[in-house]
């Protein structure tokens, strides 16, 4: 059976972990954050406003103090 996505956010995960990016992706210190944070970014942005991923991303990598966030686990 299928885990729920809130089951999935609820999980204990030992994340948020920044460490050396890929080369591929710029290098750097990145930033692989718990699915809780980018939910609480989602859910304090206003009504009819919207961000994109690469600027939920930016707020992550800057609240780490890295370079970029993980754009497949922001993205998930």
């Known amino acids: 059976m299928a885990t729920a996505a809130i089951d999935k956010i609820n999980k204990p995960h030992d994340l948020p972990k920044v460490k ?10 990145m930033v692989i954050p718990h699915p809780k944070e980018v939910l609480n970014i989602m859910k304090s942005i206003p009504y009819g406003r919207t961000l994109t991923l690469d600027e939920i ?4 990598a800057k609240d780490h103090n890295s370079d970029i966030a ?5 993205g998930i």
């Open 20 to 29: 050396q990016a890929p080369v591929n992706w710029g290098g750097g210190l």
């Open 70 to 74: 993980c754009p497949m686990t922001t």
């Open 57 to 60: 991303r930016a707020k992550l």
